[in-house]
């Protein structure tokens, strides 16, 4: 069976870009952010994607490029009878547990539109929008009914393939999304209270860089926010035609990524400070903050209706993105259809996210690593150390296996003035950087 190509390069960009945005740039970027206190960790998380994030995620899309592959057999192709195929399965590994927590997420945003479909959110409900979001997430099977829900729509949009799917998906609402972003950020700003808010998140506190956990934290959720290291870009770019050029490509939503995440930054924090909400609440979050904002605006509960669409819409985008990882590589290696794979696939991430929702309910006690409930602790696992391994195995692939001129011309970099720039990148900067910053957290440096 020819395995299935994009309609356009801009089918690509879309889909590439609508796997890079969403909850990552602003459920998980504020509440990282809150928890690393600010600004410091903005400059880190932007520095990492400047000179890791958009190096690497040109050297990812192109090794999916050039073996037309899998995470696992694009390895396996390009490094024959070497083991580095192996490091494919940090991938694999990373959209199991990562897609698990996502959904059970991306099921409270569906649980919040549906409270602005109903009118129900309009105003604090008697338990306070805290209170309420807690009694919520803290359900048995409430909240799980509504990752079971956004569970089936991801593979819905998986099973009916690439381009039909996933290109349609993103034309309206990754505007939309932007567009009300930009319109929450000039209100949140014109709260009371709003500059502390602004001084949080853009004047950094430089103590805060004696924390190691603070290096790894902004690596991770550079990875993160970028779908980096997976080998959802990989399985993306595998889909490119070869005419198509990538620098541009890749720097496109890299940047697009970056303005998302920022955006929220500036809607959040100053909201968070007017309404006295903890900027480290953690993973809830934008949850409690979000509907207080749309509580204060001018015809707030219709803002909150269509946001919480676009967010959900945006989610739905990059899960397809990681439900297409082991989807992708299970067709091949079972010879299964792509129907029979992502429907298996994605009921043991179902399976696994009632783990993650139980975890802020019955479960709340379970603490696999450190003070971590269920869900920090998959995130902290998959997001921290398997996206960062994944990536600085392709740096390595490129920057050591490859040739400079064979890696040159993977990625239409041949007669560019900044292809030795982005090798040295690939071979030196990126790995030294990701290398240091487990030493150091380990406390080895
Ligand atoms: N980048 C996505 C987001 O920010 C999440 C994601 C991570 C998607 C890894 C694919 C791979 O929401």
Same mark, same amino acid.
């Given at each position: 069976?020819?395995?299935?190509k994009w309609g356009t390069k801009l089918g690509f960009m879309l889909a590439a870009m609508g796997s890079a945005v969403g909850l990552g740039n602003i459920w998980r970027f504020s509440f990282v952010a809150g928890n690393n206190g600010g600004g410091a960790f903005l400059i880190l998380y932007l520095l990492f994607v400047l000179i890791i994030g958009v190096?690497?995620?040109?050297?990812?899309?192109?090794?999916?490029?050039?073996?037309?592959?899998?995470?696992?057999?694009?390895?396996?192709?390009?490094?024959?009878?070497?083991?580095?195929?192996?490091?494919?399965?940090?991938?694999?590994?990373?959209?199991?547990?990562?897609?698990?927590?996502?959904?059970?997420?991306? @099921?409270?945003?569906?649980?919040?539109?549906?409270?602005?479909?109903?009118?129900?959110?309009?105003?604090?409900?008697?338990?306070?929008?805290?209170?309420?979001?807690?009694?919520?997430?803290?359900?048995?099977?409430?909240?799980?009914?509504?990752?079971?829900?956004?569970?089936?729509?991801?593979?819905? #949009?998986?099973?009916?393939?690439?381009?039909? @799917?996933?290109?349609?998906?993103?034309?309206?609402?990754?505007?939309?999304?932007?567009?009300?972003?930009?319109?929450?950020?000039?209100?949140?700003?014109?709260?009371?209270?709003?500059?502390?808010?602004?001084?949080?998140?853009?004047?950094?506190?430089?103590?805060?860089?004696?924390?190691?956990?603070?290096?790894?934290?902004?690596?991770?959720?550079?990875?993160?926010?970028?779908?980096?290291?997976?080998?959802?870009?990989?399985?993306?770019?595998?889909?490119?035609?070869?005419?198509?050029?990538?620098?541009?490509?890749?720097? @496109? #939503?890299?940047?697009?990524?970056?303005?998302?995440?920022?955006?929220?930054?500036?809607?959040?924090?100053?909201?968070?400070?007017?309404? @006295?909400?903890?900027?480290?609440?953690?993973?809830?979050?934008?949850?409690?903050?979000?509907?207080?904002?749309?509580?204060?605006?001018?015809?707030?509960?219709?803002?909150?209706?269509?946001?919480?669409?676009?967010l959900i819409l945006a989610s739905l985008s990059s899960s397809v993105s990681i439900l297409e990882v082991p989807t992708a590589y299970f067709m091949r290696v079972f010879g299964w259809s792509r129907f029979a794979t992502s429907t298996v696939m994605g009921s043991i991430m179902f399976v696994m996210g009632i783990a993650v929702s139980l975890g802020f309910?019955?479960?709340?006690?379970?603490?696999?690593?450190?003070?971590?409930?269920?869900?920090?602790?998959?995130?902290?696992?998959?997001?921290?150390?398997?996206?960062?391994?994944?990536?600085?195995?392709?740096?390595?692939?490129?920057?050591?296996?490859?040739?400079?001129?064979?890696?040159?011309?993977?990625?239409?970099?041949?007669?560019?003035?900044?292809?030795?720039?982005?090798?040295?990148?690939?071979?030196?900067?990126?790995?030294?950087?990701?290398?240091?910053?487990?030493?150091?957290?380990?406390?080895?440096?």
């Amino acid at each position: 069976m020819a395995r299935e190509k994009w309609g356009t390069k801009l089918g690509f960009m879309l889909a590439a870009m609508g796997s890079a945005v969403g909850l990552g740039n602003i459920w998980r970027f504020s509440f990282v952010a809150g928890n690393n206190g600010g600004g410091a960790f903005l400059i880190l998380y932007l520095l990492f994607v400047l000179i890791i994030g958009v190096p690497l995620l040109l050297t990812e899309v192109s090794i999916g490029r050039k073996a037309e592959s899998d995470v696992v057999g694009s390895f396996k192709k390009l490094a024959p009878g070497t083991p580095w195929y192996l490091t494919g399965f940090f991938g694999i590994a990373s959209a199991f547990l990562i897609l698990s927590f996502y959904a059970v997420v991306a @099921g409270w945003a569906m649980f919040y539109f549906w409270n602005y479909l109903n009118g129900s959110f309009f105003a604090q409900p008697a338990a306070g929008y805290e209170g309420a979001f807690g009694q919520f997430i803290s359900h048995t099977w409430h909240p799980i009914a509504w990752t079971a829900f956004f569970m089936i729509l991801t593979i819905v #949009i998986v099973l009916s393939g690439v381009k039909k @799917g996933i290109e349609l998906a993103n034309k309206i609402f990754m505007p939309m999304l932007a567009l009300i972003l930009i319109v929450l950020a000039f209100f949140s700003l014109s709260l009371d209270g709003a500059s502390e808010g602004l001084k949080f998140l853009f004047t950094p506190d430089w103590t805060a860089l004696s924390n190691p956990s603070i290096y790894i934290a902004a690596l991770g959720q550079a990875f993160f926010s970028l779908s980096l290291g997976m080998g959802a870009m990989l399985t993306y770019g595998s889909y490119l035609k070869k005419e198509n050029k990538l620098p541009s490509a890749t720097l @496109g #939503i890299g940047l697009m990524d970056t303005f998302f995440a920022v955006i929220s930054g500036i809607v959040i924090f100053p909201a968070v400070f007017a309404f @006295g909400i903890d900027p480290s609440s953690g993973p809830p979050l934008v949850f409690i903050t979000l509907p207080s904002i749309f509580e204060q605006m001018p015809l707030g509960g219709m803002v909150g209706l269509i946001f919480f669409f676009a967010l959900i819409l945006a989610s739905l985008s990059s899960s397809v993105s990681i439900l297409e990882v082991p989807t992708a590589y299970f067709m091949r290696v079972f010879g299964w259809s792509r129907f029979a794979t992502s429907t298996v696939m994605g009921s043991i991430m179902f399976v696994m996210g009632i783990a993650v929702s139980l975890g802020f309910g019955v479960w709340s006690g379970v603490t696999p690593i450190g003070e971590r409930n269920i869900l920090d602790s998959m995130d902290y696992i998959a997001s921290n150390i398997l996206l960062p391994l994944g990536g600085l195995s392709m740096a390595l692939l490129v920057g050591w296996y490859f040739k400079k001129s064979e890696a040159l011309e993977a990625t239409d970099l041949t007669s560019s003035p900044i292809g030795s720039t982005w090798f040295t990148i690939v071979k030196w900067v990126a790995p030294i950087l990701i290398i240091m910053i487990f030493l150091n957290k380990i406390g080895i440096i």
